[in-house]
């Protein structure tokens, strides 16, 4: 199975938030990231969050992580038409920069 | 951000013919850049990892002598598709690391989609 899990369909209210989880297997993963893509389109580096931390927010944006359940969140506050994506967790394993993405969770965001 | 751009964004061949993608860093430099592919609607799968100056690594079950890989300079390297199939239509994307931060940011290009008629 996949190392990195994630739900794989959100839908959400334009202006509410959106909460998209993520779990992942690998307690000695270094970074943990959140990245972005629209249809047609590369990845978008979000955020990502040191394994020594606990929160990290940019903006609108609040990365949680739970080092004991392997468990890490990505918020959109005040979620926008032009936060409908695919959002993809990755995990970064070592010091080979390598990345096992998660199956990614598609937003949509309605009216 | 650091910006990564990959050439072209998207290229139609015959079969049995190759094509090389091209993944630049514009503001940085790279020693290691990373090629990954995408089917539709799943999640990216790591091809390989391309250093400057020496051989790509390649990941199990991906043939290093259908995709070829070269990372000539700190800022470019290159995936080439040899005598592509249509099961080699897929969405390419490059990733790159800014040799000169110590941060984990790792950013992407906007892909290359690849159709093999």
């Known amino acids: 199975g996949e190392d990195v899990e994630q739900s794989l369909f959100l839908s959400v209210r334009e202006g509410d938030s959106s909460v998209i989880n993520c779990t992942y297997t690998d307690s000695s993963s270094t970074y943990l990231y959140w990245y972005k893509q629209e249809p047609g389109a590369g990845l978008q580096l979000l955020t990502y969050i040191f394994s020594n931390m606990d929160m990290k927010q940019d903006q609108r944006l609040t990365v949680l992580l739970n080092k004991k359940d392997k468990h890490l969140s990505l918020r959109i506050a005040d979620t926008q038409t032009g936060d409908s994506a695919i959002y993809f967790c990755?995990?970064?394993?070592?010091?080979?920069?390598?990345?096992?993405f998660g199956a990614g969770t598609t937003v949509t965001v309605r009216a | 951000g650091a910006v990564v751009s990959q050439h072209p964004s998207w290229v139609i061949c015959k079969s049995g013919t190759s094509v090389k993608i091209e993944c630049r860093s514009l503001?940085?430099?790279?020693?290691?850049m990373f090629w990954y592919r995408q089917f539709p609607k799943q999640s990216l799968m790591l091809m390989a990892t391309?250093?400057?100056?020496?051989?790509?690594?390649?990941e199990q079950g991906v043939e290093k002598d259908k995709f070829l890989i070269n990372h000539a300079s700190l800022t470019l390297s290159t995936l080439t598709v040899t005598s592509a199939h249509p099961e080699d239509s897929s969405f390419y994307i490059c990733s790159a690391r800014d040799r000169d931060m110590g941060t984990g940011e790792l950013f992407f290009g906007e892909g290359s989609r690849l159709t093999v008629l």
């Open positions: 391309s250093n400057e100056g020496s051989k790509a690594t390649y």
């Open positions: 503001d940085f430099q790279a020693t290691t």
């Open positions: 990755a995990e970064l394993k070592g010091g080979d920069y390598k990345l096992s």
